[in-house]
């Protein structure tokens, strides 16, 4: 059933059932009037030949001009009315008092025994009130006689017929699996930005050679014309318009562009996406189900280490999967009336089902719900109530929205969030292995050298900088001499990394060479001098506390390790020592990786004894706030 077809059958059941007003949730004006001019609703207004119908019209004809009808004066002339009307109102323009709506219910819900009473509540009651607008903007004393009426999303099918109808019309031919691609791209529109987007596509301005289309069109030899084609161009339209969908005000969603960022490590974690890539367990999730019984995937918590790629993750499976990346923010769900938080996030959610398949990114979830476990007295509840409809929708929804949530707390997490069927998998970010540190120098020296290498070649200069740069290699041995001084050790995480390599490219901006790249030998002590200039995340006393914290908490809860060889395994960490009176027992146990290098082995012995240090507070809080609840 179309949009329009299920919103015209609600409001015949309503009218039916005697309820005095109709709420329509929708800004269309297009929509109201093709409802009130249906003819379902035409013919249940006027099935009383006797009494007749007025026809409802945008304008009239008075001294031979034609004015706008205002449907205010007749709502305020209901007792006058001889035959039943059907009156629209915009409640986000205000244009009636609610003291004629009240009285209007009053004489639609009159029973008295009074015969001219009597007739005009029948006569009403034959009527429709129909209000319509985004936000339900009238009173709590109204909303009991009101039935509200929420216009959901199109279905595919439904945007599949529309968008036939209007590249036939526009004289176009498209594929079937162009047609497939373009559908998915245009869920999460109304069907008016739809027709909106889809005119912007077919009427934009093409490139002509000989009378074929260029660029986002293909020669069809056969039918002698231009066949429609998926093209950067039409995505670039489609994504400005859903940019411009998702300014409604609140802010809420913003969609976020996943751009050619590649990561370095979590080896785990990108296996983890290639998997449900090629699978295509989200693209092809209604297919999946009918055909295997398979259910899509209802998304990932990641928590750990802040600066350790969290963020560039989400991006990337957006990236491999080619899917809507979606940023939830979690401060401008906030509202300043009463219900206004949770209506936010109920729109944001249906906003991002109707957009499905797609990936809804909530980053630093622990900030968002901080609230949660108060007691409710400084936001009346809200916090609690916001975070219950997301449970529920993270519960109930079927639709191929995937989660991809962050956290740097695991400790600011309510536990209800872990629990079963809230997420597929929840991963742990430790500290990035050596290993991993130079693959993550080696992926920012690539993207360096791919980044600049089309503006070099057109100006004829030669690639700035030796490929040998780019060789993991070399930075694993950077790693022994420069992180390592005798027992010290500084702990470095992806934002150092990033940082490091950027100062030491940034010593050769000056450095003018059209013939010959930077050497391997003078990067290396470009990079020197930037690790020993730059402060990095380990230098501070309180960061490697607040990592021993963060690390007790991730093996507690088991998290799954983002990369092959963690330095610490869940399977070492006893927390049952932590309650045992013999203060000897560890709760992590030793057990350091036999084949750990100079680094890893020195980030391992500062973290064992900085986690058997803390882990005695941190179980004996974590008893306490499980039996308190």
């Not at 993750?313 to 080619?322: G, I, N, P, V």
């Not at 109530?385 to 929205?401: D, G, H, S, V, Y």
């Not at 013999?582 to 900085?610: F, I, Q």
Request: hydrophobic share 35%; aromatic share 8%; net charge neutral.
């Amino acid at each position: 059933m179309s949009v329009l077809a299920d919103t015209i059958e609600k409001c015949k059941i309503a009218m039916k059932a005697g309820i005095p007003l109709i709420y329509i949730k929708t800004d269309s004006y297009q929509m109201i009037r093709d409802i009130v001019r249906s003819e379902e609703l035409v013919a249940l207004l006027s099935r009383d030949p006797q009494k007749g119908f007025c026809l409802w019209r945008e304008e009239k004809e008075k001294d031979n001009e034609i004015e706008p009808i205002n449907w205010k004066e007749k709502l305020d002339a209901a007792n006058t009315w001889e035959c039943p009307h059907i009156v629209t109102l915009s409640a986000e323009e205000r244009s009636f008092a609610e003291s004629n709506l009240i009285q209007y219910v009053k004489n639609y819900t009159d029973d008295s025994p009074n015969p001219q009473r009597q007739s005009l509540a029948e006569l009403l009651r034959s009527s429709a009130v129909i209000l319509y607008g985004s936000q339900i903007k009238i009173s709590q004393r109204l909303l009991g006689y009101c039935e509200i009426i929420e216009v959901g999303f199109p279905q595919f099918e439904e945007i599949w017929n529309i968008t036939r109808a209007m590249t036939k019309k526009s004289g176009q031919q498209i594929e079937n699996s162009s047609m497939q691609q373009l559908c998915s791209l245009l869920q999460g529109f109304t069907i008016q930005e739809i027709r909106f987007t889809l005119s912007k596509v077919l009427t934009r301005e093409r490139k002509e050679v000989g009378g074929r289309l260029l660029e986002d069109a293909c020669w069809n030899e056969k039918l002698k014309k231009s066949t429609f084609k998926l093209s950067p161009e039409v995505r670039r339209i489609i994504r400005n318009q859903k940019k411009q969908r998702l300014q409604d005000g609140s802010q809420v969603l913003k969609l976020i562009s996943p751009g050619d960022k590649k990561i370095g490590g979590m080896r785990e974690l990108t296996e983890y996406i290639d998997r449900i890539a090629q699978q295509r367990l989200l693209e092809d999730a209604d297919q999946n189900k009918k055909m295997y019984g398979v259910y899509a995937p209802k998304g990932i918590l990641l928590c750990g280490i802040p600066g350790c790629g969290k963020s560039l993750a989400a991006k990337l499976m957006a990236q491999r999967l080619d899917l809507t990346l979606l940023q939830m923010d979690m401060g401008n769900l906030m509202g300043g009336i009463q219900g206004q938080s949770e209506e936010n996030m109920r729109r944001a959610l249906n906003q991002v089902e109707a957009m499905s398949p797609c990936i809804l990114w909530i980053d630093e979830l622990e900030k968002g719900f901080s609230g949660v476990r108060s007691d409710g007295a400084s936001d009346g509840g809200t916090f609690k109530r916001m975070f219950a409809t997301l449970l529920n929708w993270m519960q109930e929804n079927a639709k191929p929205c995937f989660i991809f949530a962050t956290a740097n707390d695991i400790g600011g997490l309510p536990k209800e969030l872990f629990r079963s069927g809230r997420f597929d998998e929840l991963f742990g970010v430790y500290l990035p292995t050596a290993q991993e540190c130079a693959e993550i120098f080696a992926k920012h020296v690539q993207e360096a050298i791919e980044s600049t290498d089309k503006y070099r070649k057109k100006a004829a200069m030669e690639q700035f900088i030796t490929d040998a740069a780019a060789d993991s290699g070399l930075y694993a041995e950077i790693m022994e001499q420069c992180l390592c001084d005798g027992e010290r050790v500084r702990i470095v995480i992806g934002s150092d990394i990033a940082k490091i390599v950027n100062t030491a490219l940034a010593e050769f901006c000056q450095d003018i060479r059209d013939d010959e790249p930077i050497s391997l030998k003078e990067w290396k002590a470009a990079l020197k001098d930037s690790i020993r200039k730059n402060s990095v995340y380990g230098d501070s006393p309180e960061n490697i506390e607040s990592i021993a914290a963060g690390y007790c908490r991730m093996l507690r809860k088991g998290l799954r390790p983002t990369v092959k060889d963690p330095l610490f395994r869940m399977e070492d960490y006893h927390y049952e020592n932590a309650l045992k009176k013999d203060a000897s027992a560890a709760v992590l146990k030793e057990n350091r990786p036999h084949n750990a290098g100079r680094y890893d082995a020195a980030v391992y012995d500062l973290l064992y004894a900085k986690i058997n240090e803390i882990a005695f507070d941190i179980e004996k809080y974590e008893r306490k706030k499980l039996v308190e609840g």
